[in-house]
């Protein structure tokens, strides 16, 4: 069983009342993932460190340069998950809001999302919470909306079911 499930089994969310469940889920996820992305980078510094001893011309200069192209990859999606960790980890669990705002956590009848950071899937127990950016399509069209109201995008209703 990989380490992220692990970690996520610890964290079972009986009810969506507990918001301090799915962002700690959440930030274990985004630690996993740079975790796994400072892993890769250092065997692709390795590795680059080995090419450099080699003098034996333009292949070698070929596989440098793939090779400093996949680190800066790397280096870039590593700031941004570093980005979205940042997000999740200045969010307030105890906050509870009266309508759809970064930080919330909405229960629709489409699915449950914890708006302001885009982590992507997270299943506690046997909920799936989708963490999302509020430059999404969904946040923007979730924002402001209040328990019981309905909005569309791209042809589905949403129906707000729980605001936290």
């Known amino acids: 069983m990989a380490k992220n499930q692990q970690l996520l089994r610890m964290f079972a969310v009986k009810n969506m009342n507990d918001k301090t469940t799915v962002i700690a889920a959440c930030i274990a996820q ?4 740079l975790k796994a992305l400072g892993v890769e980078l250092h065997s692709l510094q390795e590795s ?4 450099d001893k080699s003098t034996a011309g333009d292949k070698y200069d070929t596989e440098r340069s793939m090779v400093h192209q996949e680190m800066d990859k790397l280096i870039k999606q590593t700031e941004i998950e570093g980005y979205i960790l940042n997000q999740l980890e200045q969010m307030n669990p105890d906050k509870h809001f009266s309508s759809a705002a970064s930080g919330g956590l909405i229960s629709t009848n489409k699915g449950n999302y914890l708006l302001g950071a885009a982590c992507g899937k997270v299943m506690l127990d046997k909920t799936l919470v989708f963490g999302v950016s509020m430059a999404s399509p969904l946040a923007k069209a979730m924002l402001g909306q209040t328990k019981g109201d309905v909005f569309s995008l791209n042809g589905n209703d949403f129906e707000i079911k729980e605001i936290i």
């Open 30 to 33: 985004e630690n996993d993932k």
């Open 48 to 51: 680059n460190a080995d090419n």
